[in-house]
């Protein structure tokens, strides 16, 4: 990694929530978090992203499978869409049911 490259949104937003999930898992206090947040925001170079972190244990799982902040934000999308639906045809069938009983 070349630590004099820009950082991009989708860095940021993986380094967030590796400090969320260290936060979770007590290393960091809610006031470190915030602080290393508004860093994170801040940072210009990979290098300045990395340097937020370097304190912190690798986590479990965080290899080339694990999903992005974006995936997991579609993810969400996709069940909350799922349970729309489902709610949908619900009251569809309640309607239904309804019509037909009166």
Same mark, same amino acid.
């Given at each position: 990694?070349?630590? &004099?490259?820009?950082?991009s949104?989708?860095?940021?937003?993986?380094?967030?929530?590796?400090?969320?999930?260290?936060?979770?898992?007590?290393?960091?206090?809610?006031d &470190?978090?915030?602080?290393? /947040?508004?860093?994170?925001?801040?940072?210009?170079t990979?290098g300045?992203?990395?340097?937020?972190t370097?304190?912190?244990?690798?986590?479990p799982?965080?290899g080339?499978?694990?999903?992005?902040?974006? &995936?997991?934000?579609?993810?969400?999308?996709?069940?909350?869409? /799922?349970?729309?639906?489902?709610?949908? /045809?619900?009251l569809?069938?309640?309607?239904?049911?309804?019509?037909?009983?009166?």
């Amino acid at each position: 990694m070349d630590v &004099e490259l820009r950082a991009s949104d989708d860095d940021r937003h993986r380094v967030v929530a590796e400090l969320h999930r260290h936060t979770t898992a007590g290393r960091l206090t809610l006031d &470190e978090f915030s602080e290393r /947040v508004g860093a994170v925001w801040t940072a210009r170079t990979l290098g300045d992203l990395a340097v937020l972190t370097r304190d912190l244990p690798a986590l479990p799982g965080t290899g080339a499978s694990t999903p992005t902040g974006a &995936e997991h934000l579609g993810h969400g999308r996709r069940e909350l869409l /799922v349970l729309f639906a489902v709610a949908a /045809v619900t009251l569809l069938l309640l309607g239904g049911f309804l019509a037909i009983t009166r």
